[in-house]
């Protein structure tokens, strides 16, 4: 008897699955291993963010909302970005999107189709480019290079690798994994790509707050007009310690909320009022939390730099910003096997450079965001571990 045909289509049954989630799940759960594999901290989300959820849900505020958020959102939204970049981004030119995650999916949705191409900075987060393939789009990869002073990204090779079918040039700063900013030179041409060749860029600034030695990084709402087509993603997940709340944000052009209206319609309809009411204590009382939170992490940097420094075999490129470390092991090719024998034979839960696409297959990920105490052990780990390590 014939076995009936899948009805998954073909482009979702070969999607690959994300190796950082493949390591992932060897070490979730378990207490024995200090998890730096996942681009979340080790601290709770904020009593008062908490607080203001709580309350909102004990006054009954669980009923349907507008797709793109309460009027409060928006509102809380466009005051923030006003402060701090000092740009006037209206509320209907905002979208509450549930998780940084859904943003993306729904600027894939809106941009591209079947036969387009999409141009992608790596390394970087897989998921991104995942959504786009999704949506039947063709990834083109433009690696960055690792230095002595960062990585770099060549915007010549940007615009060699575009054509009439590419829709979208997609890039995160701060990134990750590489912690790289771009720097608004390289912005200002970047757009002025963009705009010559009818191409969009989706700019993922969640990493904004997270910096050592300014209030946010640089963004593209400082330099685009609000007709050029510059797609901006956020997420209240790393700087307010909300990553299990799912909550995010877009920028997108004028002229195009009508769109996102329905996009939100017919997938998700919108996120809850009660969480709502926490992202806007966020927002609004949440500045002291964002410095201290970003302190921390300029802390972790410190140990981990400083730690990676004085192992042999390992070469760490430095990052500007974000809360990731991305370093190389000498004689390590195979980066996937090395991060689940860390998890066995070390206890330690690290992200495969092969994850995060061109430019970084020899490379090793791992997140600072964590106390001090739990970073020195894992590098007391990291350092016997490496020392011991052969390619089988």
Not at 28 to 43: K, L, S, T
């Amino acid at each position: 008897m014939d076995h009936p045909q899948s009805p998954i289509r073909p482009a979702i049954q070969s999607l690959e699955d994300s190796p950082i989630v493949e390591v992932w799940r060897m070490g979730y759960g378990r207490q024995d291993v200090i998890g730096m594999f996942a681009g979340e901290p080790d601290v709770p989300t904020p009593a008062f963010i908490r607080e203001a959820a709580s309350q909102a849900l004990a006054a009954g505020k669980t009923f349907y909302t507008p797709n793109r958020g309460i009027p409060a959102m928006g509102e809380a939204l466009s005051e923030y970005l006003g402060g701090v970049y000092g740009v006037a981004v209206p509320p209907a030119r905002i979208a509450l999107t549930q998780s940084g995650m859904e943003a993306v999916m729904l600027i894939a949705q809106a941009t591209v189709a079947p036969g387009d191409n999409v141009i992608a900075v790596t390394p970087s987060w897989p998921n991104i480019m995942r959504a786009m393939q999704i949506c039947g789009a063709a990834i083109r990869e433009v690696a960055m290079t690792p230095g002595a002073a960062g990585w770099a990204l060549d915007l010549a090779a940007v615009e060699a690798a575009c054509d009439e079918r590419t829709r979208v040039i997609y890039l995160a700063s701060p990134g990750n994994p590489t912690g790289w900013m771009i720097d608004r030179d390289q912005a200002l041409a970047l757009l002025a790509l963009a705009r010559r060749r009818n191409i969009a860029i989706l700019a993922d600034e969640v990493y904004h707050r997270t910096v050592y030695d300014r209030k946010a990084a640089f963004s593209f709402l400082e330099i685009a007009e609000p007709t050029d087509p510059v797609f901006v993603v956020n997420s209240f997940s790393k700087a307010w310690a909300m990553t299990g709340w799912r909550l995010g944000w877009i920028v997108y052009p004028e002229g195009t909320t009508d769109a996102f209206e329905k996009l939100i319609q017919f997938n998700t309809s919108g996120a809850p009022e009660f969480l709502q009411h926490g992202a806007i204590a966020a927002l609004r009382q949440g500045e002291g939390f964002v410095a201290e939170f970003a302190a921390r992490c300029g802390q972790g940097r410190a140990i981990v730099n400083q730690r990676l420094a004085a192992m042999p075999r390992i070469a760490n490129t430095p990052s500007a910003g974000a809360f990731y470390a991305m370093f190389a092991v000498d004689g390590v090719t195979d980066t996937l096997a090395f991060c689940k024998r860390a998890v066995i034979e070390a206890g330690i839960g690290m992200a495969p450079g092969t994850a995060f696409g061109r430019g970084s297959e020899h490379q090793v990920r791992l997140c600072y965001a964590k106390s001090a105490a739990l970073l020195h052990e894992a590098m007391d780990r990291l350092a016997k571990f490496v020392a011991g390590y052969r390619e089988a």
